[in-house]
């Protein structure tokens, strides 16, 4: 199925390199489909590129900037009236761009978006990695009688890629079958409480061995206090500081690298501060993935 897709009025930070030049394809997915709690996630891939804008591409722990990183902002995708179908869609695209070594940067939208690229790593990849940062461990085994959802996401992900190539990093608000279903599937989980560089680092070691590397940011990971515009807010999340010095760990050690950013809403962010931490987590993984390239 061929994906649709409508040109943005911004693009990531204001660059638009050519997409054949381009080492990094930002998509905007502004799916909005199983969403319970606050709405307005498919409104988010504008707002974050907006605040991309007046946000610094220099990266304090690089030492350098991404103002001359080759990135094409592709637009936002038409999203279809089934959620399979856009996922399907989008996976072929991301597949067809991994093939030709770009990197894809997925905004979203809502959390379910990362099962696209799952599905393209599980056609492309012999030793994939998918760590995902968010406050819920997303592992029920329905949501409102759907099987493709925001709250079952990592589940979805586990079957396909196998339990051991899945790891939560911030996880706060679970339940005792979820914990069930990530011990007998052999996700790996990091709590909020328990986060330490250690284990990040010890996570980067992993990640040197890896032929895809997908970290996957529900903004929920953060504190309330730094992401008032989580569709799911929840108490005592990670810094932006823990997030970006993590995202510099694993990509910055990783190969080959993508990304994907969801479950935020503008309609409860006035100030936009969530879209500033937002914008500022695709800039630092683009720097850390720079790095490890040269650019």
Do not use: C
Request: net charge negative; hydrophobic share 45%.
């Amino acid at each position: 199925m061929l994906l649709r897709v409508n040109p943005s009025p911004y693009t990531l930070a204001g660059l638009q390199a050519n997409l054949d030049e381009a080492v990094f394809v930002v998509l905007g997915l502004p799916l909005e489909a199983t969403s319970t709690l606050r709405p307005g996630s498919r409104l988010a891939p504008l707002a974050i590129r907006e605040a991309s804008l007046y946000v610094s591409l220099w990266s304090e722990r690089v030492e350098r900037s991404v103002a001359l990183v080759p990135v094409h902002d592709a637009g936002d995708a038409v999203i279809e009236a089934s959620v399979r179908d856009t996922l399907d869609s989008v996976a072929e695209l991301v597949e067809m761009l991994v093939s030709r070594g770009k990197r894809v940067i997925l905004v979203g939208g809502e959390h379910t978006i990362t099962l696209s690229v799952v599905k393209a790593m599980v056609r492309r990849a012999r030793n994939p990695l998918l760590i995902v940062f968010d406050a819920h461990l997303d592992m029920r085994e329905v949501h409102q009688g759907a099987h493709l959802a925001h709250s079952t996401v990592t589940l979805r992900a586990a079957e396909q890629l196998g339990g051991q190539k899945v790891v939560v990093i911030g996880a706060r608000a679970l339940s005792e079958r979820e914990l069930e279903r990530a011990k007998r599937l052999g996700v790996r989980v990091i709590r909020a409480r328990e986060f330490e560089m250690s284990h990040i680092q010890r996570l980067a070691r992993e990640v040197e061995n890896v032929d895809w590397l997908h970290i996957s940011i529900d903004i929920d990971a953060l504190d309330p206090i730094f992401a008032p515009g989580a569709t799911t807010p929840e108490p005592e999340g990670l810094t932006p500081t823990q997030l970006y010095d993590a995202i510099h760990e694993l990509a910055g050690n990783a190969r080959f690298a993508t990304l994907d950013l969801t479950e935020y809403t503008p309609l409860y962010d006035p100030t936009r501060i969530t879209a500033v931490y937002a914008a500022k987590a695709v800039i630092e993984y683009i720097a850390a993935q720079a790095r490890t390239l040269s650019l």
